[in-house]
């Protein structure tokens, strides 16, 4: 029910907001970095937002909007206005702070929650680099989590369906985009769902399992990083540094980018979900073994050369 409901509802919202956008002046202008030839309307995270809170949320778990609500805010007025990287992060600190307090269980659960906000956020936001990839792969992250049962099934079935009913606007080529309100409130939710499972507060399966239910967004901002690091580049410095760059780069063409980083994210979930279900140790040696194997791969596809305009 949850996912109809968000699906219809940001299948709703999403013309008249793009139509706010573009009004407002709203938009990601073409530059040498994009693949977009004209203005695309930001705010496409305020139609997901709006799909994922029409669905019912238990009473207990109403705390859980104002993580959600302040993570969509900082990122509108990212897109809006522009902010300086120590303000941005002043500000997610707060959010993750927030959130670790919204989530059940003890101590480690709600740091953990709270670390996975900073870090899924922003690599949810340099994700979102293409059209439809964001989007594409982590409605697969929130399906499996939702798979995992607990409060994640609700809120991870409304997130999906929000994204999905997202996708006709933002598959390639893109009429709207996410945007960092859109980006940062994705990563907030995917941050808060491992707590969220049903076992996500006493089983660490869960836990360790979760680096392969985000896998890809995971994966691509660790290269990007270490490509800037070999190349000596700031770390906060845009560049076609990403994979989903560097496969447009080799000739492929953006939808089957896209394509491509979608259904390597849907094989890393089902790894993930297996993982879950599993002893931690056995849980460990999956996700260690696909992780190493990922390395292994993007490696020998010169994929962690050094970074490129």
């Known amino acids: ?100 307090a919204s989530v059940p269980g003890p101590a480690l659960v709600r740091l953990g929650t709270a670390v996975l906000v900073v870090v899924l956020l922003n690599a949810v936001n340099l994700l979102d680099g293409q059209d439809g990839l964001a989007t594409g792969a982590c409605l697969v992250s929130a399906a499996a989590f939702a798979i995992l049962g607990g409060d994640a099934t609700m809120v991870g079935l409304a997130l999906a369906g929000a994204l999905g009913a997202f996708l006709v606007f933002n598959a390639p080529p893109a009429r709207m985009y996410l945007g960092d309100g859109g980006a940062y409130l994705i990563g907030t939710v995917l941050a808060t769902l491992p707590a969220l499972t049903q076992h996500g507060t006493t089983d660490w399966s869960v836990w360790i399992a979760t680096p392969l239910i985000v896998g890809v967004a995971l994966a691509d901002t660790v290269i990007a990083i270490l490509r800037r690091l070999l190349a000596r580049r700031p770390l906060f410095t845009g560049d076609r540094s990403h994979v989903y760059d560097q496969l447009v780069d080799r000739g492929w063409r953006v939808e089957t980018s896209t394509a491509l980083c979608v259904v390597l994210q849907g094989g890393l979930a089902a790894l993930g979900v297996l993982a879950a279900g599993l002893e931690p140790n056995w849980a460990l040696a999956i996700t260690g073994f696909t992780v190493a194997a990922l390395f292994v791969l993007a490696a020998s596809g010169g994929f962690l050369g050094r970074a490129t305009d």
């Open 1 to 100: 029910m949850e996912l109809v409901v968000a699906l219809i509802v940001t299948l709703v919202t999403a013309p008249i907001i793009r139509r706010v956008a573009l009004r407002l002046g709203i938009v990601d202008r073409p530059g040498p970095l994009k693949t977009h030839h004209a203005p695309v309307p930001y705010l496409g995270g305020v139609a997901v937002f709006l799909g994922l809170i029409a669905g019912p949320l238990e009473a207990d778990r109403l705390a859980l909007l104002i993580p959600f609500t302040l993570a969509l805010a900082l990122g509108v007025v990212d897109d809006a206005r522009g902010l300086a990287p120590r303000a941005r992060l002043g500000a997610e600190i707060v959010i993750a702070a927030v959130a670790g």
